[in-house]
């Protein structure tokens, strides 16, 4: 089993940045691949991005591509999600997610097995 927690959300004004990091327990992050997805009010949750294993190939969605980074330190047990040039509608619910396959950059939602519980994102204008 591994336990999944977000932290770094927050309220920004557009143009801003933040950092969002998951840290795991259980057990050790190395051998999966992780993946942020979003969920805004009233829609259903969409994939942000997503790293292997190793933290060598990543892929991000068309509406974060340039503005956010994927990253991950295996010895800490964390997965980071750096966000630049926010805007309003990067507002939501923000999720990990772990993957065991390791080496496939999924991004469909039902590919992973274990989820944070999310940390909220709000862009004001």
């Known amino acids: 089993q591994v336990q999944l927690v977000e932290s770094g959300g927050g309220l920004v004004q557009a143009g801003s940045s933040l950092r969002l990091s998951c840290t795991a327990s259980?057990?050790?992050?190395?051998?999966?691949?992780m993946g942020w997805f979003r969920q805004a009010p009233g829609k259903e949750r969409e994939f942000v991005a997503v790293?292997?294993?190793?933290?060598?190939?990543?892929y991000y969605a068309d509406s974060v591509k340039g503005r956010f980074t994927i990253s991950r330190d295996n010895v800490k047990n964390t997965v980071y999600l750096q966000m630049n040039s926010l805007q309003p509608e990067d507002t939501a619910v923000y999720y990990c997610?772990?993957?065991?396959?390791?080496?496939?950059?999924?991004?469909?939602?039902?590919?992973?097995?274990?989820w944070g519980q999310g940390t909220q994102v709000t862009v004001s204008s």
């Open positions: 997610a772990a993957d065991p396959s390791g080496s496939i950059l999924y991004t469909q939602s039902r590919r992973y097995d274990y």
């Open positions: 259980g057990r050790t992050l190395s051998s999966l691949a």
């Open positions: 790293i292997n294993w190793s933290g060598g190939r990543t």
